[in-house]
């Protein structure tokens, strides 16, 4: 199947996609929580950024101990975000914008207060309810150490996966005690999946996230990490991809499309998850987590296109989401790459530099081929926010015993209008604004034909120059990347000490930021050019 064939339907092969963190994007009632109605209000805001779809994090019923990653019921809104009616208006609302939208499904685990988990628990041990989970009796002669060794999926907790309750059982929890994991074994389980997928196409949405996509299938026999570590008892076992198949054909039915949130170093069997037959899409977490550095970004560029092609999936490109630092941030340090284990507080970080290349990695991610995520804030040039510890609400903080910051920094409430209160939010907002949030408030950017949010609406809107054609290196000086795409439209960073001269051109498209008074690129900047 050509591009041409993809192009009507297949709109996500190339799609800028933003993602929407509900609880801090908009707040539309005035109670500090972000929420449909306030998405609904920036609807048009949305669509004058040129975004094509909306991925949003969990909006389902949650106790919110990992911010709504714990799901009670995942055919409900959280009252916090509305209802599902509004949700349904949301989605109906935005398709006539011209703009998608993809939910977030929650697989591998369930909140503590879903039904499934609290008949669970009251059934007892050995009951036919506990077998939807992963309840064990403990090791030890009166069992009181948890069943096997494996390591919490928050990168940086010293807490065990295992908590045991008075009757003796103890369950798995890969990530908080308040997210007991779902048994895939189990062919109730499986049965619901595809029940909510259907629950959720039926309403209209047009794709759907996978969180924690690789972790869903266990080894049975729960073995020791230590004692059987190939294959993975619990990462990326070959039981997912039957899984993600049955999972596809009912997306098949409704053209919906998947994207899986896939953490897997190895490329091989990362686009295994890939194939035709299984998801649509998987998040770039190398491109994500790569260095400000032209010779790692050209690899990971060159790996990425070179592991999709043979499954015939598209890229995506994604520098950041809610659970990493911010781009500006991260690109103003001394590494600039991203490594949840190496997260720490006071790390220093110069935003003047920062800010220059995350305009300049715009532009490089908006030109390659693929779809391009986006995530709230991101299109404001946002830092990452310094939250007092007393204030610090992520579980990721409280389980690495107060040592990893968490992942509030990326998650405070936007600035909206630089003179209305909490920067027009809307009410007192959840997690503390920074001072200085009004300086980076949408209202004063789009009146600044500078700032990062104009940049990002031009470099949105003159993206399809670009094509659907394949992406061609041109000779460059080192630290310099330069590449075409098939409609002679060329992309070049500087990522050198000194300015760069640029290829022959017929016109200047955009440009990060001004180029020397000679004409040439200034380093930590990027252009777009007619060939
Ligand atoms: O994140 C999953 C996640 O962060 C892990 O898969 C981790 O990256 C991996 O183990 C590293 O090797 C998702 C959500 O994005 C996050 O917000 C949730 O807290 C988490 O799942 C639990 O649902």
Not at 178 to 203: C, G, K, M, S
Not at 219 to 247: C, G, K, N, V
Not at 382 to 403: C, H, K, N, Q
């Amino acid at each position: 199947m050509g591009p041409s064939r993809h192009a009507r339907k297949e709109w996500w092969r190339s799609a800028v996609i933003y993602q929407v963190y509900v609880r801090s994007f908009a707040d539309g009632d005035g109670d500090g929580t972000g929420d449909l109605a306030g998405v609904r209000t920036r609807l048009p805001y949305l669509a004058e950024l040129g975004v094509d779809a909306l991925w949003f994090n969990p909006w389902y019923l949650s106790p919110m101990k990992d911010g709504g990653y714990d799901v009670a019921d995942y055919r409900a809104v959280d009252p916090a975000f509305g209802t599902l009616a509004e949700a349904e208006k949301l989605i109906a609302e935005a398709r006539e914008l011209g703009i998608r939208t993809i939910v977030d499904i929650v697989p591998n685990h369930v909140s503590d207060q879903h039904p499934w988990f609290r008949a669970a628990l009251a059934a007892g041990p050995g009951s036919p309810e506990r077998e939807l989970f992963h309840f064990r009796r403990g090791r030890g002669e009166h069992g009181e150490l948890p069943p096997n060794d494996w390591p919490s999926q928050f990168v940086g907790s010293t807490e065990p996966v295992w908590k045991r309750l008075p009757d003796g059982d103890w369950y798995l929890h890969l990530f908080t005690p308040e997210q007991p994991d779902l048994n895939w074994a189990h062919p109730a389980v499986r049965q619901e999946h595809q029940d909510i997928l259907r629950f959720w196409f039926e309403l209209g949405v047009a794709g759907v996230r996978i969180d924690s996509a690789a972790l869903l299938a266990k080894d049975p026999s729960l073995p020791d990490l230590a004692d059987a570590p190939h294959p993975h008892p619990f990462i990326d076992r070959d039981e997912l991809h039957d899984i993600y198949r049955s999972w596809r054909a009912v997306a098949d039915e409704y053209d919906g499309m998947f994207v899986g949130e896939v953490w897997l170093p190895d490329a091989e069997r990362f686009a295994r998850y890939l194939r035709p037959d299984e998801l649509h899409t998987a998040f770039n977490f190398s491109f994500l987590s790569c260095p400000w550095d032209a010779g790692r970004l050209r690899t990971a560029i060159d790996t990425t296109l070179a592991e999709h092609a043979p499954v015939g999936a598209p890229a995506t490109w994604v520098l950041c989401n809610h659970d990493v630092t911010r781009t500006v941030t991260r690109y103003g340090r001394a590494d600039t790459g991203f490594d949840f284990a190496k997260k720490a507080f006071g790390t220093p970080t110069d935003l003047a530099l920062g800010t220059r290349r995350a305009r300049a990695a715009a532009l490089l991610s908006l030109a390659l081929p693929g779809s391009v995520y986006l995530y709230q804030g991101e299109e404001l040039g946002l830092p990452e926010a310094d939250i007092p510890r007393d204030r610090v609400e992520d579980p990721m903080y409280f389980r690495s015993g107060g040592t990893d910051p968490g992942r509030d920094g990326c998650r405070v409430p936007l600035p909206w209008a630089a003179e209305a209160p909490y920067a027009g939010f809307g009410g007192e907002p959840w997690l503390p604004q920074p001072a200085d949030w009004p300086e980076y408030a949408a209202d004063r950017q789009a009146a600044d034909p500078a700032s990062m949010l104009s940049l990002y609406r031009a470099a949105i809107g003159l993206r399809p120059a670009f094509g659907d054609g394949p992406l061609t290196w041109l000779p460059a000086p080192e630290g310099v990347l330069a590449f075409a795409r098939a409609e002679g439209v060329l992309c070049v960073v500087n990522l050198a000490d000194e300015s760069a001269g640029l290829p022959p051109h017929t016109e200047l498209l955009l440009t990060s930021g001004p180029l020397d008074e000679d004409g040439r690129l200034p380093t930590d900047t990027a252009v777009w050019l007619r060939g």
